[in-house]
């Protein structure tokens, strides 16, 4: 008995480190944080087609030797420093903190590669493009 009320002790205390999101609560959250309401549809779209709307994800080793990670798969070449390789960092910011379940971060980098390279930038924007379901009944 004692060891059971330590484990659920100790889960209770453990921070969450990532999370799985919806399409509704990504869209709640990036509104909150800034993102216009015209482009929400758009970030959905792309979070749900690279992570699967979640958090804590990092990809596959990419063909150049490059990681992507987070809601928005964000490279390390140019936008966040990994421990295992040397990034122009753009974002200056940590890889690691692009794999929590606050995603002020990961917003506020996506925002800045979308500002400098477009929609483009995401090779998931295939199917983004376009006609998208309207994300007004989140809110």
């Known amino acids: 008995m004692k060891v059971l009320i330590v484990l659920v002790t100790l889960a209770f205390a453990a921070p969450a480190l990532s999370r799985?999101?919806?399409r509704c609560?990504?869209?709640r959250e990036l509104a909150d944080l800034g993102v216009p309401r015209d482009q929400l549809s758009k970030w959905t779209c792309i979070a749900q087609h690279?992570?699967?709307f979640r958090t804590g994800i990092t990809g596959k080793k990419n063909k150049n030797?490059?990681?992507?990670?987070g809601i928005f798969q964000i490279n390390n070449?140019?936008?966040?420093q990994s421990e295992s390789r040397r990034s122009h960092n753009e974002c200056k910011i940590s890889c690691n903190d692009l794999l929590?379940?606050?995603i002020a971060s990961s917003v506020r980098?996506?925002?800045k590669i979308q500002g400098k390279q477009g929609w483009k930038a995401w090779s998931t924007w295939k199917f983004c493009k376009g006609d998208l379901p309207s994300i007004d009944?989140?809110?």
């Open 25 to 27: 609560s990504l869209a």
């Open 50 to 52: 690279e992570s699967s």
């Open 65 to 69: 030797g490059t990681n992507d990670y």
């Open 109 to 111: 980098c996506a925002r």
């Open 77 to 80: 070449k140019f936008w966040c």
């Open 20 to 22: 799985t999101m919806d």
């Open 100 to 102: 929590t379940d606050d």
């Open 137 to 139: 009944s989140c809110f």
